[in-house]
């Protein structure tokens, strides 16, 4: 049996959107890492948070076999 589906709507206390924005922003940056390795390819990610604060993540710039 798998998880019940949740209403994709604003959060309204303020707690709980911050912590669910934590571990939402967590997985996010781990699947973007675990596609950057598995395709091969450069992922720029930049998220911005309710309160202004700035998350980034970026892959290693590509470089052509020598």
């Known amino acids: 049996m798998g998880r019940g589906k949740i209403a994709i709507r604003r959060i309204e206390n ?4 911050q912590v669910t924005f ?3 922003r967590a997985g996010l940056l781990k699947k ?6 598995l395709c091969d390819v ?3 990610l930049i998220i911005f948070s309710s309160t ?3 998350c980034e993540y970026c892959t290693e710039p590509w ?3 020598a």
């Open 63 to 65: 470089r052509a076999a």
């Open 14 to 17: 303020q707690t709980s959107r």
């Open 22 to 24: 934590s571990k939402r």
């Open 52 to 54: 202004g604060k700035m």
């Open 42 to 44: 450069q992922i720029g």
């Open 32 to 37: 973007t890492h675990e596609l950057s390795v």
